[in-house]
């Protein structure tokens, strides 16, 4: 026994393994062939050109470069100590911890004596007291973003204004301010948010003798919001778009996976393989949730089948401070026979973020026991005294390097009475966990890009219906803050040419002829473009004298459609070109009327 504690004190003390990045993990064992490599390249490029073997052009880097890496790793080797195998360590034998970490790292193990796990009290990613849910019976609280709710709480059914905003350096903005007075002091209480975050506070308005501009407001807050112009929304049901929004990010649904793991199963298979339920495994599933029938299962179903009982006819589930919970119990979802890796329960448990691993008996685990790319996080729990008055659960909690540390603290030691408050314990420190693990790398990327496009959407939004609400197009809008104008400018240059050239050729025409305006034109150009407006210009009547009878039915659009009577029908092309050349002239004298008015 003394020497399995010295040797547990000796891996305790072992430095964190190290990674490098593209080259992959490195142990001792290669750098031996690293170094024969090394003096390779160092022969190679001290031979002459003549004596050295001929060799395809290299994209590698240079070989001086090389060995300066290889000398690298040389001199980080005493640096670089290796975790022992999981193997190693059951061969010595028990006891042993809950949780091993691998033998290159990557993982950290929750230590119950750290006092600076942070809560709600000190971390910047918690539940406010005041708001949302109040803390569970033991006072265990479920952690989030604050800020997520503040819309909800101070601004939505209150007065306040909101304003939006676009930027070449931050994208989108949207911002929401709101006047308070507290115990006689005033203070505006501010929301901005932007693509990558979203920032919450109350400033004072103590010894200011006005208010503060939006741009102002803005700069608090972010010193990269500088020079900007800001547009009131104007739309009465922003409120509800501004917090369908804000709490994106709020889950009240969860899935978990719930692993059992026997004495001496060290690997995937062994802990996907096991078909059976121990009655200490069976109390513990009861402590989580109610076993229920998954066929016609009306709550949350985290992705079982309830149609069909393609994976499984029951399961575990559990409502928690108003979250829905399902479990995937490994034992519980289809097994198939001659399937090793038993993929029918890995693509449940695999996709979940993190899992609960039950161990019988005395036996470690290890994090990257299990291949996936979503599991970050684990709370390993190992039963004493099962099914007693006395039974008490052990706890350790690992998950990945990038993945934040997360409540409730594990006490010292972690070791629970079986009851309501370890249930309560336990469903807490799931919830934190996966919260805390979508603040890792891979899932922060792909939260941002969600936000991002979120964020454009809502500005779009609030753009169009306060553009609505104001009886304006987007164009409009466009014209009035000093922009070119887009295509409705292009088009209205177009319109002026085209106004020119028909004047022009009208006038050439007269002068051809010597005589006025032929009948098929008379009436149309009365006078100067520069006269016609909306309330001067009237539009043609048709001569007496013509020959044409109504020989169009106006119709929107620039061109409309001819319509030709019997008569028409049978006039020349020549009267009929004509006709089609007066009615156009008419459109375009009516919309450069519109448009210069």
């Not at 911002?175 to 005033?186: I, M, V």
């Not at 020079?227 to 709490?247: H, M, N």
């Not at 409309?560 to 089609?580: E, G, I, K, V």
Request: glycine share 8%; with cysteine.
């Amino acid at each position: 026994t003394a020497q399995h504690s010295t040797a547990q004190a000796e891996m305790l003390r072992r430095k964190r393994s190290v990674s490098f990045g593209g080259f992959g993990w490195i142990d001792k064992s290669t750098l031996a062939s690293l170094r024969a490599r090394k003096q390779e390249l160092l022969t190679i490029s001290n031979a002459s050109v003549g004596e050295r073997p001929p060799s395809p052009p290299r994209t590698a880097p240079p070989t001086m470069k090389s060995a300066e890496f290889f000398d690298m790793l040389e001199r980080m080797q005493d640096d670089y100590i290796p975790y022992p195998r999981i193997e190693e360590i059951v061969e010595k034998g028990g006891p042993y911890s809950l949780v091993i970490l691998p033998q290159f790292g990557g993982y950290w193990i929750e230590d119950a004596e750290n006092v600076g796990t942070p809560t709600s009290s000190d971390s910047s990613y918690y539940e406010e007291e005041d708001g949302g849910l109040s803390p569970g019976t033991f006072g265990y609280k479920l952690e989030c973003n604050g800020t997520v709710r503040a819309y909800r709480k101070h601004f939505l059914g209150k007065e306040h204004l909101n304003f939006y905003c676009t930027t070449n350096s931050l994208g989108n903005l949207i911002l929401s301010l709101k006047y308070e007075e507290a115990e006689g002091q005033e203070y505006l209480r501010i929301i901005l948010r932007s693509r990558t975050k979203t920032l919450h506070d109350r400033i004072s308005l103590a010894g200011l003798s006005k208010l503060p501009s939006v741009p102002q407001i803005a700069k608090l807050l972010c010193d990269d919001v500088t020079g900007l112009k800001f547009y009131p929304v104007l739309y009465p049901r922003a409120s509800q778009l501004i917090v369908t929004y804000d709490e994106h990010e709020v889950n009240n649904t969860f899935k978990f996976g719930v692993i059992y793991q026997k004495f001496g199963q060290i690997s995937e298979e062994d802990l996907f393989g096991n078909n059976e339920e121990s009655p200490a495994f069976t109390e513990f599933l009861n402590l989580l949730g109610d076993k229920i029938e998954l066929l016609d299962f009306k709550g949350f179903r985290g992705g079982l089948d309830v149609a069909h009982g393609q994976t499984g006819t029951d399961s575990v589930y559990t409502v928690f401070r108003e979250k829905e919970i399902m479990f995937h119990v490994s034992t519980k979802l289809p097994y198939t026979e001659g399937d090793p890796q038993q993929l029918q329960r890995k693509r449940h448990i695999g996709n979940d973020i993190v899992a609960a691993i039950f161990q019988e008996e005395n036996t470690p685990f290890v994090p990257d026991m299990i291949a996936s790319n979503f599991l970050h996080a684990y709370i390993v729990v190992q039963v004493e005294n099962a099914c007693t008055d006395h039974t008490t659960y052990k706890v350790s909690v690992t998950a990945r390097e990038d993945v934040p540390s997360f409540g409730p603290p594990l006490p010292n030691p972690a070791v629970f009475k079986k009851g309501p408050e370890f249930r309560e314990f336990l469903l807490t420190k799931l919830i934190n966990a996966e919260n805390a693990c979508y603040k890792s790398d891979k899932f922060a990327r792909l939260e941002g890009r969600t936000r991002a496009a979120l964020l454009d959407n809502l500005h779009d939004e609030l753009h169009r219906q306060t553009q609505a609400m104001l009886g304006l197009g987007s164009d409009d809008d466009k014209m009035e803050n000093g922009s070119h104008g887009g295509l409705l400018e292009s088009f209205k240059r177009a319109m002026r040419v085209r106004s020119h050239s028909m004047e022009t050729m009208v006038g050439a025409h007269k002068k051809q002829h010597g005589g006025g305006v032929p009948g098929s034109l008379s009436g149309v150009i009365s006078q100067s473009s520069t006269e016609c407006t909306k309330s001067t210009f009237t539009p043609p009547n048709l001569s007496a004298k013509s020959p044409l009878k109504s020989p169009v039915k106006r119709r929107s659009g620039l061109f409309p459609r001819l319509h030709a009577s019997a008569d028409s029908q049978t006039d020349s092309r020549p009267r009929r070109y004509a006709a089609l050349l007066k009615h156009c002239a008419v459109q375009l004298m009516e919309l450069h009327a519109i448009i210069t008015s």
